[in-house]
């Protein structure tokens, strides 16, 4: 490869290469967040007892609480693991730009923690007893939200870097910035069940991740710096 | 040359450096020295662009390094004692992930040279978290090889001599010899008397802060 | 303007000036503000006396969300200029911005009594009033999470600065979800069209309300700076006692 034209699509793709290959090292992980899911998830009809009607009023809002709240204990080893480990150092002197490293960051633990979730996500559903024909949309709809929260995620880690107690904190900071995605989320399926189009929600939500994947890599390019510099 | 002009330097609310005014030869191994605590890490950190300038530059040749700051950082090579490797991945893929976000080419063979180098072909297809600090050193240490087929003018080593043990201090002397003849400017902070190679010159902090009141 | 103001000195020379001068306005104008609000003005002939909480549930609102805007520019001022004064700005405001949305929040669910029959209707105003409540929260927290004080500004500022792109989205979304659940409410906070002898209280207390804040942020960030001056003095001692040492 020429020194001076870099390629930066397949810089890119070869660092979601490199998070995957080691989030897949630790398959482990993955598998405690789908089980820390489908107990979130049971936990509801234990609390509401095993009443179908009752359950179907909650059963899309248990979703994707059950997704959201899944994942959150994840985000922070997006960042932090190779802040430790001098990886940031490293790239920081390297040409690749560090947008485009955050980029691949969010994007390789949708892929490896988020569409896990996804796939098994029908079980989820028939567990909560959703009709057939909101499964499609529901595997749509946490996708695109999934990926929101990726990019939420990942300012997230980067802003608690260095932090006491950030585990703590992240949550606190990222939920209230996730709402968005939660009520347009499960606007989609809502309309679905009661014969509605799904299509303005699933825009707004389209639109929310737009909106993320253009400003995530920068605000949270700036925080690295600031980290790194300490 | 490096020329520091008027250099500040925050950590945090503290400040390290200010209106540092001196000259760090290059071309050659340059020693930086100091106590604990004294900045060494920090002005390499500094040369590297990883901590930023408050006020005053840097120069080499009368550039100021950090206008092109991109052209600067594809030349050098910083390591410190954190070594920027993941433990989950093996010795090699650690290697291979590096060279490629420099933009490097990856073939297999130099890859092979420079695990060699540092006598590190017999762990490649260690995990690095089955690895001891040394071992971890070395594999970073791996990356030096690369300047010998790519565009590198600089080296910033941080304690590079840190869990090495004998023959490994003997084959990081032979790097560093090999890229002098190269006309690479190597910048090593240590605390280590020992010089690493026969010729080279010094960079005292704790001199400079006596002299010159920084 | 911003420059000019943040050398420090000049900054305590005019606000001792300030000080009085806003204390006493903001005295002034809130008690006439609750004569007028809570004596000389009609009740409502649907609410009865409740609705002169609203002389400070509106207020409140506004200043809460008024606040949360200052501390993002504050907070950008800070990340792009890097001026300590911001930083200290950023941090005075959000406890106080943090108090007027609880106090939202409170004289909300107290109106929310005699109107609703209950302590709390999610309401899309209070909804959104809550979550920019949890927004101040996670700024305080943030700011003072970190072994260094300025790792946390800078880190605290990011966030509100990403607060206030994410805020109006955040509005939005949750009057859509109102709208979504609750197709037509029967009563919106504001209650009926605004009488004319209620503007007038309303005005003076909103007026009011903001002398006394910008009066208790200027005090806050006076204290502040004395803060920082005198861990300075105790950094420099502790520094002079171990070189004596030596």
């Known amino acids: 490869m020429n020194n001076k034209e870099l390629n930066w699509i397949y810089l890119f793709i070869s660092h979601i290469k490199r998070d995957i290959l080691i989030n897949s090292r630790s398959l482990f992980d993955i598998v405690s967040i789908f089980g820390f899911m489908l107990l979130i998830i049971i936990l509801f009809p234990m609390g509401i007892g095993p009443i179908q009607e009752k359950l179907d009023i909650v059963s899309n809002a248990v979703l994707w609480i059950g997704l959201i709240i899944a994942i959150i204990p994840s985000l922070e080893k997006m960042i932090q693991r190779d802040y430790t480990n001098g990886w940031l150092d490293q790239i920081a002197t390297s040409p690749i730009p560090l947008e485009i490293v955050l980029l691949a960051k969010s994007i390789s633990h949708w892929i490896i923690v988020i569409i896990p979730l996804i796939i098994t996500s029908p079980i989820f559903a028939i567990l909560l007893g959703l009709e057939f024909n909101q499964i499609p949309w529901l595997i749509l709809s946490m996708s695109i939200g999934g990926l929101s929260i990726c990019f939420i995620g990942i300012i997230g880690a980067a802003l608690i870097l260095g932090a006491r107690r950030g585990n703590i904190l992240l949550p606190v900071i990222i939920l209230p910035l996730i709402i968005p995605i939660l009520i347009f989320g499960v606007g989609v399926n809502e309309a679905i069940k009661i014969g509605l189009s799904p299509l303005p929600n699933l825009f707004l939500l389209i639109a929310f991740s737009l909106i993320y994947l253009v400003i995530s890599p920068f605000i949270s390019a700036i925080l690295i710096r600031i980290a790194i510099s300490r | 040359m490096l020329n520091l002009k008027n250099l500040n330097i925050h950590r945090g609310s503290r400040i390290v450096f200010s209106r540092l005014n001196a000259e760090i030869k290059t071309s050659t191994l340059t020693l930086i020295k100091g106590k604990n605590g004294s900045g060494k890490s920090t002005l390499l950190r500094t040369i590297a662009g990883l901590t930023p300038i408050e006020g005053g530059e840097i120069n080499q040749n009368g550039v100021n390094i950090f206008h092109a700051k991109e052209q600067w950082i594809r030349k050098l090579i910083f390591i410190d004692n954190k070594n920027g490797l993941s433990d989950e991945l093996t010795v090699k893929e650690n290697l291979l992930a590096w060279v490629k976000i420099k933009g490097w080419d990856t073939n297999e063979k130099n890859l092979i040279l420079a695990l060699e180098s540092v006598g590190m072909q017999k762990y490649m297809n260690f995990y690095i978290s089955q690895c001891s600090d040394g071992l971890k050193k070395r594999a970073a240490l791996a990356r030096l090889y690369f300047s010998f087929f790519n565009e590198v003018d600089f080296w910033l080593l941080d304690e590079p001599t840190n869990a090495l043990d004998h023959s490994s201090y003997l084959l990081l002397q032979n790097l560093l010899s090999k890229f002098i003849k190269m006309k690479g400017s190597i910048l090593i902070a240590s605390h280590d008397k020992e010089s690493l190679i026969k010729n080279y010159e010094t960079f005292d902090i704790d001199k400079l802060r006596n002299t010159n009141t920084i | ?246």
């Open chain 3, 1 to 246: 303007m911003f420059d000019w103001l943040a050398n420090p000195n000049r900054f305590n020379r005019i606000t001792n000036k300030m000080q009085p001068v806003l204390l006493l306005a903001s005295l002034i104008t809130i008690i006439l503000g609750l004569y007028f609000g809570l004596y000389d003005s009609p009740k409502d002939y649907q609410q009865g006396h409740a609705v002169r909480i609203m002389y400070v549930h509106v207020p409140s609102a506004w200043l809460a969300s008024g606040l949360y805007l200052l501390l993002a520019i504050s907070s950008i001022f800070y990340i792009v200029w890097k001026h300590p004064l911001a930083d200290l700005m950023s941090r005075a405001t959000a406890p106080i911005g943090a108090l007027f949305s609880l106090l939202t929040l409170v004289t909300g669910s107290l109106w929310g009594k005699p109107m609703w029959g209950t302590w709390w209707v999610w309401d899309a105003r209070l909804t959104s009033m809550l979550i920019l409540f949890f927004f101040y929260i996670g700024y305080i927290l943030l700011s003072n999470a970190f072994e260094r004080k300025i790792d946390g500004s800078k880190s605290a500022a990011v966030l509100a600065i990403v607060g206030i792109i994410n805020l109006p989205i955040i509005k939005f979304s949750v009057d859509w979800w109102h709208t979504l659940h609750q197709p037509s409410s029967l009563l919106k906070f504001d209650g009926p069209t605004i009488d004319g002898q209620m503007l007038l209280p309303l005005i003076l207390m909103i007026i009011g309300f903001c002398l006394f804040a910008s009066y208790i942020i200027i005090l806050n960030v006076k204290t502040k700076l004395i803060e920082k001056k005198c861990e300075a003095l105790i950094l420099k001692l502790n520094l002079n006692e171990i070189s004596n040492i030596r």
